[in-house]
């Protein structure tokens, strides 16, 4: 369930909305948790979790989550600059640089995260879990290791011609 709730200028997907229910004296009370995606479709994206008892506060304490928790993606022609491997809790993630016009080969989870950070063409193969919420996780800890060829080579204090 990836949908657009447009924040501006910015690319919010709602990844999971999950219900809880609590038994009380008269019957049952729902609450509602959201797992939603924010980019600005230029190289930053995050993710946020809120909950509330109905699903619009949540979806909009989510989205204040995200905007708390943005990262710097480098994007080079449209895709990653390197092949990036990246695991959270049992779900593990392999992400792949692309040739332009290949369009983004991923799950909902993970084509949340690439469609917000604005990544055009890039292959992904996830393992393990199919949880939304590791994969997603897992996703943002892959693009957060990546490394232009310029940055390495700064760190490095090496020139190639």
Sequence with gaps: MSTDTGRGESIERVVKIKRCAAVVKGGRRFSFAA???????????????????EVPPSV???GKDADRHMISVPIVDGTIPHEVRAKYGTSKLILVPASPGTGIIAGAAVRA???AAGISDILTKSFGSNNPTNLVKAAIEA???????DEVQRLRGVTLG
């Design 113 to 115: 995260v690439c469609e």
């Design 143 to 149: 693009l957060s290791q990546l490394r232009t060829q």
């Design 60 to 62: 909009e304490k989510a």
């Design 35 to 53: 797992l939603i995606v924010v980019g600005n479709g230029q190289g930053k994206v995050g993710w946020g979790y809120g909950k509330a008892n």
